[in-house]
């Protein structure tokens, strides 16, 4: 998600090209399969395409081929793509998940700030793989947060 022309397209293009499966560019139509689970979608008319500022529409499919599109895809991670503000608290420890509401259910969100220079599709791949380690039982900014408190326990009974 984010404001028109933050970059969402060419992140999107670029996790393409990184083996990524595009689903939906601009609009994502979600229903909700179950007290869990939202499923998203692209509207007919919009499916495989995108919108690149500069070059216009491209159709993702006949571009690069058909392993690189999906009909549907479980949403269970929002990334926010947003203008870098310097006033802004931006996490940078990870320790408590936001979240972010859509027909009821509430999915994990991250607030990304964006400003030139950054890769933001690596960026938005390594949050995607950071909460599947999550999901999967493995926390790293907990870990972290774990060896520092007994670091520090540990000189502290030293001294």
């Not at 229903?31 to 919009?46: H, M, N, R």
Request: aromatic share 6%.
């Amino acid at each position: 998600m984010g404001d028109s022309g933050i970059g969402k397209s060419e992140a999107a293009l670029e996790l393409i090209r990184r083996g990524h499966r595009l689903v939906s560019d601009d609009v994502v139509e979600i229903k909700k399969v179950s007290e869990e689970t939202l499923v998203g979608t692209a509207p007919d008319i919009l499916r495989h395409f995108i919108e690149l500022r500069g070059i216009g529409i491209i159709d993702v499919k006949t571009m690069f081929g058909v392993e690189c599109v999906k009909e549907t895809q479980t949403i269970d991670l929002v990334i926010n793509l947003e203008e870098w503000n310097k006033d802004a608290n931006y996490d940078r420890m990870g320790l408590e998940d936001q979240y972010m509401e859509f027909l009821g259910n509430k999915v994990v969100s991250h607030s990304i700030p964006i400003r030139p220079g950054r890769n933001i599709a690596v960026i938005v791949e390594s949050a995607a793989v950071n909460h599947r380690q999550k999901k999967m039982g493995y926390n790293a900014a907990q870990e972290m947060y774990n060896r520092v408190t007994q670091n520090f326990s540990k000189n502290n009974s030293q001294g």
